[in-house]
């Protein structure tokens, strides 16, 4: 079953050129699929299109549709969005609002208005699943940038997001928290989560199922 789908998606900035056209993509429940392509070459913004993010949120012309377990992104509000998709981008500091880490993996269990108990439950597990368990009250701002990007990680488990996005994942870790991660991505393919890796190292291609490459403004799926 396909948990996210692409298909024939197009792209471009306001007065500009298309970033990619035609782009068809395939994430099945406990699958994982790595994309993969030179810098500029538009992942990022494939991803923010997949996540629906573009255009709800960032302008651009989106042409084609995205699904999720088949429904269409663009008649999904975004509570139910965010219940199903969870996304982790290169810049942890992008993605970091709150002073400290139980407030900010705190946050998306709170909009989902779940109760107290699981909310903490969430969090300790998330914290667990990482391995920063000892920082839940530290200020985030104290963080090095490795570990801020497994706060941001851990924020999005706490999700427990059917679909996973990582954006360049293993961008800011050392050896120790990389295998860590990797672990991770296999736990939950394990537990029949979808995930869709940018990521251009070939030390990952054991995580995948599926590789696609994104390069000329059009994707093709690479054989392994």
């Known amino acids: 079953m396909n948990a996210l789908e692409g298909r ?13 056209s035609e782009v068809n993509i395939q994430v099945q429940v406990g699958e994982c699929v790595i994309l993969r392509g030179p810098s500029g070459c538009g992942k990022t913004t494939l991803c923010q299109i997949l996540a629906g993010i573009i255009p ?25 969005i965010v219940e199903k998709v969870g996304v982790l981008f290169q810049d942890p500091d992008a993605q970091l609002f709150f002073p400290t880490v ?10 989902l208005c779940l109760a107290r108990e699981e909310i903490g439950c969430r969090i300790e597990q998330a914290l667990e699943a990482v391995q920063m368990s000892e920082y839940r009250l530290a200020k985030t701002e104290t963080l090095s940038y490795g570990q801020k990007q497994l706060i941001a990680l851990a924020a999005v488990l706490a999700l427990e997001p059917r679909v996973l996005i990582l954006d360049e994942a293993f961008s800011q870790l ?10 991770i991505i296999r736990n939950q393919k394990r537990l029949g989560r979808a995930i869709f890796l940018v990521e251009n190292s070939e030390e990952h291609l054991d995580l995948a199922e599926r590789v696609y490459e994104l390069q000329g403004g059009r994707v093709q799926e690479v054989v392994l």
């Open 8 to 20: 024939r998606i197009s792209f471009s900035y306001p007065r500009a050129n298309a970033l990619f």
């Open 102 to 111: 139980e407030d900010e993996i705190a946050f998306g269990p709170e909009n």
């Open 174 to 183: 050392d050896t120790a928290s990389t295998q860590l991660v990797k672990e």
């Open 56 to 80: 709800r949120s960032l302008p651009g012309e989106v042409r084609g549709d995205v699904l999720l377990f088949g429904e269409n992104i663009g008649s999904l509000s975004l509570a139910r």
